[in-house]
């Protein structure tokens, strides 16, 4: 019998509207038997989705998805199985959230310099469980307090990279990530490539220590799972894949809708064990 997992999801830990609890049953549900719990600079729903995997026989693997910039583009890397309690990546993932407080009080800013000033830094924070705030929480505030019609609108107005809200992340390379997470001991992985598109970068991705490329991802075309499969044969990469699910911020994406073998799984789990 086949077994079917999905290594990208996040939680109302980062910038999903789903607790662990819920992704773990929507998992369940969809017939899925292996997750990753994947939140933006945080690992603090893990532990929480693995309990309730244990209740209802769902694996959980350790996960994170990392923001890095190189040439003006955005680069982000996901990382497996890596000791997700230890001192260095709790650490790292401190600073990370500093960072990221510093940059949303920075944004609500702009904000009130465009007249938009019923939106406080408290609302922003209590959207999220951690410290892992970011631009999908103010679109959200946006949207509830009219300033825009849909999520996308607030991304397209002020949000997104050259519009009058946007402020840079915190600044770290590829190859900052991907090492980052081999010291923790776990499997860097190229997030979604089809979109964005750094795929002359792949070969020194690689030597940097990439161990994976993520292959299946909602809405790519058969011809771009071919290519970027042919990618991951040529540099002997692991093709992975995942929903990148947020819950009822992307209503159109869920759990299950990419259904990864498990054996892509086995494949990371060799490479931590050597």
């Given amino acids: 019998m086949s077994r079917f997992a999905d290594l990208h999801l996040h939680t109302n830990y980062s910038d999903s509207t789903f607790s662990p609890e819920e992704v773990v049953n929507q998992a369940k549900t969809a017939g899925i038997e292996c997750i990753a719990i994947t939140d933006h600079d945080t690992v603090e729903a893990v532990a929480l989705a693995s309990e309730a995997g244990q209740k209802c026989g769902i694996e959980i693997l350790p996960g994170i998805e990392l923001s890095s910039e190189i040439n003006g583009r955005e680069v982000h890397i996901l990382g497996y199985l890596f000791d997700y309690q230890s001192d260095y990546v709790l650490n790292f993932f401190n600073l990370m959230q ?82 980052m997470i081999r010291k923790a001991g776990g499997v860097p992985v190229l997030a979604h490539p089809a979109v964005t598109r750094t795929d002359e970068l792949i070969p020194s991705f690689v030597e940097a220590g990439l161990k994976g490329i993520e292959v299946f991802y909602p809405m790519v075309p058969k011809a771009g799972i071919d290519y970027y499969n042919g990618l991951a044969t040529k540099y002997g990469l692991i093709a992975t894949g995942g929903s990148d699910t947020h819950g009822t911020i992307k209503p159109d994406i869920y759990i299950g809708i990419i259904k990864l073998p498990y054996e892509k799984v086995e494949q990371m789990k060799a490479i931590v064990k050597g």
Avoid at 138 to 149: E, I, Y
Avoid at 153 to 160: G, I, Q, S, V
């Fill in 98 to 179: 500093k960072e990221r407080l510093s940059r949303m009080k920075k944004m609500i800013l702009k904000l009130k310099e465009l007249g938009i000033n019923n939106i406080e830094f408290e609302e922003v924070c209590a959207l999220t469980k951690t410290n892992a705030v970011g631009r999908a929480h103010l679109a959200r505030l946006l949207l509830k307090k009219g300033w825009v019609k849909y999520i996308g609108e607030a991304f397209e107005k002020y949000l997104a990279e050259g519009k009058p809200v946007y402020y840079p992340k915190y600044k770290m390379t590829p190859y900052e990530a991907i090492d």
